[in-house]
C-alpha cells in the first residue's frame, strides 16, 4: 500500500493537506463513473468563482502564471519567490482577497520586477484583448495589485458604510447600496421587500446587478446562453454525461432539472431542483453544484458558485441517521419560544459523506458540515439535507497531532485529557447537530421576511446552529442514544468551543483589524455573550466561565458548566427570537457588541503564542487526481485515484484543463 501523507506544502499563513478517498475502491463501476463525470462538472465551476470574487482575479491570475511558468524570468530572484507566494495565496482564494479576512493580498515583489518580467514573457501567452498593449495591461492590473486603496475589501460588513461600493466582489457592477436595495424593494429600515413571494426564491442567486449607460439598473443572468455561458455549458455537458450512470431515475431527473435551471437562469427552476435534491436518497452517490451561500454578498442576496461530490461513508452515517431520526424530539424540547418552533419537522436527512472532489467556494479551503437548501421557505415545507465530510475531518485531525496547540492554550492537564479523550467525537457530533438540526430548526413568523437580518444575516443564522448544536450536545438524550458514552464528554465541546471563540480563532486577524468572516462572527458573539454574562446573579461564588492569568499567560477557565448550558439556552432563546422575527436593531446590536471588535492586547499575546509553535493558522486541501482507465474501445473501466500531484502542478493543471472564461 502506497504511503500517504496528509500534510503537504505550506506557504504564507496556509498548510495545504490532502484527503483520502476510503473506500472508493468498493464503489461499483458506474458510481465511479458517476463521481468522475460529477467532479469533471465540479472542476469546469472554478473560473466562475475567481470571477464573482473580483472583476480582475482572472486577468491577474493568467498574467501571473504567465511569468511563474516562463524560463526567462530569474526563477531564484527574492521578486520572484514573492511572486510565487502571491500566486500561490490567490489560487487558494480564488481571487486577491483573503480566503477570510477578506482583505487584499500585500504583495512583496516590486512594481518593477513584474513590469520587466511582462515585457520579457512571450507576449502571445499573456490575456491581451485583440489590440491591446503590454503597457495597457499593466495599466489595468498595476493598481490593483499594488495600490492599497483600490478595491481593498472583497467584502466589507462595516456598519454605516456602503456596503456594495466599498466591497470589490463582483455581484454588483456601477450600482450602489442604495440602488441594489431599491432594485430588490428591500426597505432598508425594516428590512422588508415587497418582491417577497411565497413558496418561491425571494431574490434571484444566480445574477450580476449592473448600472447601463443610460443609468438604468439591471441583471445579467448567469446561464448558458447568458454571463458565464462558456463555463455554464462545460458544466453542463458533464451533467449531462453522469446522468447516463446515475444510480436511479430519481436521481437523473435531479440531475436534469439543474440542466435546465441552468441553461434557463429561470431562479423557480432552481428551486424545483433543490426540493428534488433534497428528496433524492438513491444510492451513495450525491452532489453539490451551483450558486449556493451567500457570504461572498455583503448583502447576502448572490451565491458563489460552488461544487462537491461525495458518496456516504456508510458505517458512520449511522449517527446522523439517529439524530435526524429524532429530530421532532429536538424541536419540542428547543429552549426558544414555542411560537418559534416547528410543530412538524419535515424532511429532514442526514449523512456522513466521503467527498470525492471540491470545487469552486469549496476548494480549496472547504466545510466540513453542509446543510441545504438554505432557502427558509423550503426548509419548512420539504425540509433539508445534511453532510457531515468525515474524511476532512479526518484529514484536520490527523494534521494536528503533535502540533503543540492544545498544550499551549488549555488550562490544565485534567481539561487536556477532557480534551484528548472526546474532542474528536464531540466536535463531529457537534458539526452533525449543528448541520442536520440546527440550520432546519425553529420557523419564521408569519410575515416575515427571511432577508430583514441583511448584512447580519448570516452570522445570526451561523450562531443560531451553533447554539443549537451546544445546547444539545450537553443534553442527557444523546448518551440516551449512545451518541455520546457519558456526561463528561460534552464539556470537551464547551472548553474549545469557548477558547476558539474568545482566543485562539484571533490567529486568523491581521493586527489592528477587526472580525469580519461570519463564522468567526459567531462564534465570538456566544463566547463573548457568555463571557460577559457568566456570573450567576446574586451569587459570590466564582463565574462560570472567566480568563485568568498563569504565569502571563491568558487562559480559559471554566467552573460551572451547567451554568454555561444555562447561558448558551438563554442566547438561543434570544437569537431565535431575532430570526423569527426579523428584528434587526437586535440583530445589529449583538453582532456589532460582541462579534466584531478584537482586544488588541489580548490579540498580541495570542499571536505571539501561536509564532512560537510554528503552525499555519488555515488549512485547505489539494484535491485526488481522478484518471479514467479506459479499454481498447475507449470505454471507461475504472477510475484510478492518484494521490501525488503537487499543489501548483494541479493549480496550473486546473488553469489549463478548466479555463473557460480566460
Not at 469580519?516 to 455573550?529: C, G, P, T
Request: some cysteine; glycine content about 8%.
Amino acid at each position: 500500500m502506497e504511503e500517504f501523507h496528509y500534510r503537504d506544502e505550506r506557504f504564507a499563513d496556509i498548510q495545504m493537506l490532502r484527503y483520502r478517498l476510503n473506500g472508493f475502491e468498493r464503489l461499483s463501476l458506474r458510481q465511479k463513473q458517476l463521481v468522475y463525470y460529477l467532479s469533471q462538472a465540479t472542476l469546469f465551476g472554478r473560473d466562475i468563482t475567481f470571477d464573482q470574487f473580483g472583476r480582475y482575479n482572472l486577468l491577474i491570475r493568467k498574467t501571473l502564471e504567465t511569468v511563474y511558468t516562463d524560463q526567462r524570468i530569474d526563477h531564484g530572484s527574492e521578486d520572484f519567490r514573492a511572486l510565487s507566494t502571491y500566486l500561490k495565496r490567490l489560487w487558494f482564494s480564488n481571487g486577491i482577497h483573503h480566503h477570510y479576512g477578506c482583505e487584499k493580498f500585500k504583495p512583496t515583489f516590486s512594481v518593477k520586477f513584474l513590469t520587466d518580467a511582462l515585457h520579457t514573457v512571450d507576449a502571445r501567452r499573456l490575456p491581451l484583448a485583440d489590440g491591446q498593449t503590454v503597457d495597457a495591461l499593466s495599466e489595468i492590473i498595476l493598481p490593483v495589485i499594488f495600490d492599497r486603496s483600490v478595491m481593498p475589501k472583497r467584502v466589507n460588513k462595516a456598519d454605516g458604510e456602503d456596503l456594495v461600493a466599498t466591497s470589490a466582489c463582483n455581484y454588483y457592477q456601477g450600482v450602489t447600496q442604495q440602488e441594489a436595495e431599491e432594485f430588490y424593494g428591500i426597505d432598508r429600515r425594516e428590512g422588508l421587500s415587497d418582491k417577497c413571494e411565497t413558496g418561491g426564491s425571494h431574490h434571484p442567486l444566480n445574477s450580476t446587478l449592473v448600472k447601463t449607460g443610460d443609468g438604468r439598473v439591471g441583471e445579467r443572468v448567469w446561464k448558458a446562453d447568458g454571463l458565464y455561458a462558456n463555463a455554464i455549458r462545460h458544466i453542463v455537458y458533464w451533467l449531462r454525461r453522469a446522468a447516463t450512470v446515475a444510480e436511479s431515475e430519481q436521481q437523473r431527473q435531479v440531475i436534469e432539472l439543474l440542466i435546465g435551471y441552468y441553461e434557463t437562469g429561470d431562479p423557480r427552476l432552481f428551486d424545483d431542483y433543490s426540493i428534488a435534491w433534497l428528496q433524492c436518497h438513491d444510492g451513495r452517490v450525491d452532489f453539490i453544484n451551483g450558486f449556493i451561500e451567500v457570504y461572498g454578498d455583503p448583502l447576502g442576496l448572490k451565491g458563489s458558485w460552488e461544487g462537491l461530490v461525495e458518496y456516504i461513508d456508510e458505517e458512520a452515517t449511522h449517527r446522523t441517521q439517529t439524530i435526524s431520526g429524532n429530530a421532532q424530539w429536538f424541536e419540542d424540547h428547543s429552549p426558544v419560544d414555542p411560537r418559534f418552533r416547528k410543530p412538524l419537522v419535515k424532511g429532514v436527512t442526514a449523512n456522513v459523506i466521503c467527498a470525492a472532489m471540491l470545487g469552486g467556494d469549496e476548494y480549496p479551503s472547504t466545510a466540513i458540515g453542509i446543510n441545504l437548501p438554505n432557502a427558509d421557505w423550503i426548509r419548512a415545507q420539504y425540509g433539508s439535507k445534511s453532510i457531515t465530510i468525515s474524511n476532512i475531518t479526518d484529514a484536520y485531525n490527523k494534521a494536528a497531532y503533535g502540533s503543540g496547540f492544545k498544550e499551549e492554550f488549555v488550562i490544565d492537564r485534567d481539561t487536556l485529557a477532557l480534551i484528548d479523550r472526546y474532542g474528536d467525537l464531540c466536535d463531529d457530533l457537534h458539526t452533525d447537530l449543528h448541520e442536520c438540526l440546527g440550520h432546519g430548526s425553529g420557523q419564521l413568523l408569519p410575515g416575515t421576511d427571511p432577508d430583514a437580518l441583511r448584512a447580519y444575516g448570516n452570522t445570526i443564522e451561523e450562531a443560531r446552529a451553533d447554539l443549537f448544536g451546544l445546547y444539545y450536545i450537553a443534553d442527557p438524550k444523546l448518551v440516551e442514544l449512545g451518541l455520546l458514552p457519558d456526561m463528561e464528554a460534552y464539556k470537551s465541546q464547551y472548553y474549545t468551543y469557548m477558547m476558539n471563540g474568545l482566543m485562539t480563532q484571533l490567529v486568523r486577524i491581521e493586527p489592528g483589524h477587526q472580525i469580519e468572516e461570519a463564522h468567526m462572527r459567531n462564534r465570538s458573539l456566544i463566547a463573548r455573550w457568555c463571557l460577559e454574562h457568566c456570573a450567576a446573579p446574586g451569587s459570590p461564588a466564582l463565574p462560570a466561565m472567566s480568563l485568568v492569568k498563569h504565569d502571563g499567560k491568558t487562559f480559559l477557565q471554566i467552573t460551572d458548566y451547567a451554568r454555561l448550558r444555562q447561558l448558551v439556552a438563554e442566547l438561543l432563546a434570544e437569537v431565535q427570537r431575532i430570526k423569527s422575527e426579523g428584528d434587526f436593531e437586535a440583530a445589529r446590536s449583538l453582532v456589532e457588541r460582541y462579534a466584531v471588535k478584537v482586544d488588541p492586547v489580548l490579540h498580541e499575546e495570542v499571536l505571539a503564542r501561536y509564532r512560537k509553535l510554528g503552525l499555519a493558522p488555515y488549512k485547505g486541501f489539494i484535491n485526488p487526481w481522478l484518471l479514467p482507465v479506459c479499454d481498447a474501445d475507449g470505454e471507461i473501466e475504472d477510475i484510478q485515484v492518484n494521490y501525488s500531484e503537487t499543489y501548483d502542478h494541479q493549480m496550473l493543471r486546473y488553469s489549463t484543463e478548466y479555463a473557460t472564461l480566460i
